[in-house]
């Protein structure tokens, strides 16, 4: 049975997923790029990104992971971009990723505010979901043709996931830094954490990576 799984989500040693003052300028809030140093480091992040070199190992081998099986991503809007409100159709935002988004996959952006699906190079097309995140899930399953599905952030996302009982699988990063400040990805589970068991902890010598397995449905 095809499952809804979170991969390579970046945390700081004093739980944030992001920084303070997202935006324009600062897109993981202030500091928060520093969460995905370490994958940047790797082979396979670097090539999905266009770029040559990096390093094979443990961390590689977790970013592989997070891609295999995948036929369709739900995000949230945060993770999307910095729009809020009513979309600006004079300025049409289409993600951070440019012309060629890194996805080549049906992706459903979960939104308050309609607006028109937008096709890009490369097989990404990115789908606006009004619904609520029952509606996107159902969208993605179907559009990934019995694949997995991959649930990126932002923390919220996250969150409404885990509470709803509907995330799979979480494969999270500790990263040695402190923010500070920003978006914790385990606030507000109210009871979203149970049933969860932690299947995997093994570190490398850049960062601790721990996956959570859904035991309950």
Same mark, same amino acid.
């Given at each position: 049975?095809?499952?809804?799984r979170?991969?390579n989500?970046?945390?700081?040693?004093?739980? /944030?997923?992001?920084?303070p003052g997202?935006g324009?300028? +600062?897109?993981?809030?202030?500091?928060?790029e520093?969460?995905h140093?370490?994958?940047?480091?790797?082979?396979?992040?670097?090539?999905?990104h266009?770029?040559?070199?990096?390093d094979?190992?443990?961390? +590689?081998d977790?970013?592989k992971?997070?891609?295999a099986?995948?036929?369709?991503?739900?995000m949230?809007? +945060?993770?999307?971009?910095?729009v809020r409100?009513?979309?600006?159709a004079?300025? #049409?935002?289409k993600?951070?990723w440019?012309d060629n988004?890194?996805y080549?996959?049906p992706?459903?952006v979960?939104?308050?505010h309609?607006?028109?699906?937008?096709?890009?190079e490369?097989g990404?097309t990115?789908?606006?979901?009004?619904?609520?995140? #029952?509606?996107?899930?159902?969208r993605?399953?179907?559009?990934?043709?019995g694949a997995?599905?991959?649930?990126g952030?932002?923390?919220?996302?996250?969150?409404? /996931?885990?509470r709803?009982g509907l995330?799979d #699988?979480?494969?999270f990063?500790?990263?040695?830094i402190?923010l500070?400040g920003?978006e914790?990805l385990?606030?507000?589970?109210?009871?979203g954490? #149970?049933?969860?068991?932690?299947?995997?902890f093994?570190s490398?010598?850049a960062v601790?990576?721990?996956?959570l397995?859904r035991?309950?449905?």
């Amino acid at each position: 049975m095809p499952k809804l799984r979170a991969h390579n989500i970046s945390v700081s040693l004093d739980g /944030y997923m992001a920084g303070p003052g997202q935006g324009l300028e +600062n897109p993981l809030g202030v500091g928060g790029e520093r969460l995905h140093t370490w994958a940047f480091q790797t082979r396979s992040a670097r090539e999905m990104h266009g770029m040559s070199g990096g390093d094979e190992g443990l961390d +590689n081998d977790f970013m592989k992971q997070g891609d295999a099986g995948i036929g369709a991503t739900i995000m949230g809007r +945060n993770m999307y971009g910095p729009v809020r409100g009513p979309w600006d159709a004079e300025n #049409e935002w289409k993600g951070w990723w440019g012309d060629n988004p890194p996805y080549h996959h049906p992706v459903f952006v979960l939104t308050h505010h309609p607006h028109p699906s937008i096709t890009m190079e490369g097989g990404t097309t990115f789908h606006f979901v009004t619904e609520g995140i #029952e509606v996107a899930l159902e969208r993605a399953f179907e559009a990934a043709g019995g694949a997995d599905v991959r649930l990126g952030g932002g923390a919220s996302t996250i969150q409404q /996931y885990m509470r709803a009982g509907l995330l799979d #699988e979480l494969h999270f990063v500790i990263v040695p830094i402190l923010l500070g400040g920003g978006e914790r990805l385990f606030d507000n589970l109210d009871g979203g954490a #149970e049933g969860y068991e932690c299947t995997e902890f093994v570190s490398s010598p850049a960062v601790t990576h721990v996956r959570l397995t859904r035991t309950s449905k």
